[in-house]
């Protein structure tokens, strides 16, 4: 497929983006643009566009009209060389800001949900299984808790930002990581330390703003390689480091929240999801326990 600036602009202008400047250069074009994210910092990427490769000193170019601007360069295409790359198709599902027509209470939207965990395309779908279970995943945890959940995801990989963060209320705030894996999600030391990285810039660029305090960090996938000793461990340790819990979601117990919820919706922002999310391994059971401790007090409507 032939790569257009005309095309591109089109695809980040309906993903949210701003357009600063476009301008063609020796052999391509840089397209400027610009994005809020969910506190209102301006975040700055230089599109690089061309039918052929770059050469060196095509790419020290398109670095330098980065650099001026404050902006992250990035390759729309394949390339080699020290500017991240990243081909059409993928482009335009991280960018472009794909639109979910399902709603997370539909049996297709949940089973979707289900087989993009476990990095599978289900029939109808078109894209990355893993990003667009990233997206699934934002969409569920929305109508879940009732409040805003922003994506960082895919967007915003080249800066090493976990998928989102979720504040439902003033009571509550997580990041999140989803982890579509065929055969399960590995919790590894190393991967420990980039969820410790992800909580520690959190903390330090807002520590100075009325932020709520982060409660939890999630980790959903389709499964968990590691046993359920071994997730508590890892939970436990991350709790001493940095002071909250590791919980490890699976799809289909997020799906079974879902199902709860979508009989009385109106609860949501009553539930204690800092509870819920303090459990290393989160279970739909506690949902509806809570549902159940709310109805009781006829209060809310359902």
């Not at 770059?54 to 009209?65: W, Y």
């Not at 409660?215 to 508590?232: A, H, P």
Request: aromatic share 12%; charged share 25%; proline share 4%.
């Amino acid at each position: 497929m032939k790569i257009t600036v005309s095309k591109v602009i089109r695809t980040i202008l309906c993903g949210g983006f701003q357009l600063l400047k476009a301008e063609s250069k020796p052999g391509f074009y840089t397209l400027i643009c610009y994005k809020l994210d969910e506190f209102g910092s301006e975040l700055r990427y230089c599109f690089v566009i061309s039918s052929n490769h770059l050469n060196r000193a095509q790419m020290e170019i398109a670095q330098i009209e980065a650099k001026q601007y404050g902006a992250i360069p990035i390759i729309v295409g394949e390339a080699k060389g020290d500017i991240v790359s990243i081909e059409w198709v993928k482009f335009a599902n991280i960018f472009g800001g794909p639109v979910l027509s399902l709603s997370p209470i539909e049996k297709e939207f949940q089973d979707n949900l289900v087989m993009l965990s476990f990095d599978k395309l289900p029939r109808g779908l078109v894209g990355y299984a893993d990003d667009l279970f990233e997206q699934y995943v934002n969409s569920a945890l929305i109508f879940l808790m009732g409040g805003p959940v922003k994506s960082y995801g895919q967007k915003r990989r080249f800066e090493g930002k976990p998928d989102g963060i979720a504040i439902p209320n003033d009571n509550f705030c997580a990041l999140y990581d989803a982890k579509a894996y065929r055969d399960g999600y590995e919790i590894s030391i190393s991967q420990m330390r980039q969820f410790s990285s992800y909580v520690e810039d959190f903390e330090n660029r807002y520590k100075n703003y009325n932020v709520p305090r982060l409660n939890s960090f999630l980790v959903i996938s389709g499964k968990f390689q590691q046993r359920e000793n071994t997730l508590e461990k890892r939970s436990r340790s991350f709790l001493a480091d940095k002071h909250i819990p590791l919980s490890f979601l699976t799809s289909i117990e997020l799906v079974e929240m879902l199902k709860h919820i979508s009989e009385y919706p109106g609860v949501r922002r009553a539930i204690k999801w800092s509870h819920i999310f303090s459990e290393t391994i989160p279970s739909s059971e506690s949902v509806k326990k809570e549902i159940q401790i709310i109805n009781a007090d006829h209060i809310i409507k359902r």
